[in-house]
């Protein structure tokens, strides 16, 4: 089992970095072969709206982009996996720029013909996987814990967006407040949250294969 972690922070040792890392970690210590990709190191251009990774190749399992970058590897390794953990702080009570990059550039796993404008894509052979994969999400905020439903809801809805036509279920969702002056106690016991995460992920996608 391989389970990808995505950083959508700049701050690859950030707070946001180290709960995505302790999710890891809690899926490594399940037995899963984990992968953390910064998305600041990776090279990910912004989507040009032209339409041709969707409105091409309905063969494909990962649409064509013209764009020349580090995007079409990270898919084909994304298709491999069992499980992914998205971690992102809020940036303007949303993800980041380079979370919503690599969440556009996804558009790529769905086709829509032609003839079929306007209406909602579908997804490319083998990408829709019966919910036998799964994922976690974490986002950190300033704004304290009870603001959760304002600054953090949002961020995991863009992060589950693409979920619903992969037909991938949200294991759990960790937002963590107040990051500017979290308590070291507290920020022990979302780290403690954040791996029971991890292994959580790998227990529940091996429930789904039985």
Do not use: H
Not at 121 to 148: H, Q
Not at 164 to 192: C, K
Request: with cysteine.
């Amino acid at each position: 089992m391989k389970i990808l972690g995505y950083l959508g922070s700049p701050r690859v040792k950030g707070l946001t970095g180290r709960l995505l890392q302790s999710t890891l970690d809690g899926a490594a210590s399940s037995g899963a072969e984990v992968k953390r990709i910064d998305l600041i190191k990776c090279s990910i251009k912004f989507c040009m709206g032209c339409g041709n990774c969707y409105s091409k190749n309905p063969e494909l399992s990962i649409g064509v982009c013209p764009l020349k970058d580090d995007m079409a590897g990270i898919l084909e390794e994304y298709m491999q996996a069992d499980g992914y953990v998205y971690a992102s702080p809020t940036y303007d009570m949303y993800v980041t720029a380079l979370m919503k990059m690599f969440l556009e550039r996804k558009i790529a796993f769905t086709y829509k013909a032609k003839e079929d404008a306007g209406l909602f894509p579908t997804p490319r052979p083998g990408v829709a996987v019966n919910f036998t994969k799964k994922a976690s999400m974490i986002v950190t905020g300033n704004s304290a814990d009870e603001f959760k439903e304002v600054m953090g809801d949002p961020c995991f809805e863009a992060m589950e967006g693409d979920l619903i036509w992969e037909q991938i279920d949200t294991v759990d969702t960790l937002y963590v407040g107040g990051v500017e002056t979290i308590p070291e106690e507290v920020l022990a016991e979302r780290m403690d949250t954040a791996y029971k995460m991890g292994k959580r992920l790998v227990e529940e996608i091996e429930k789904s294969r039985q």
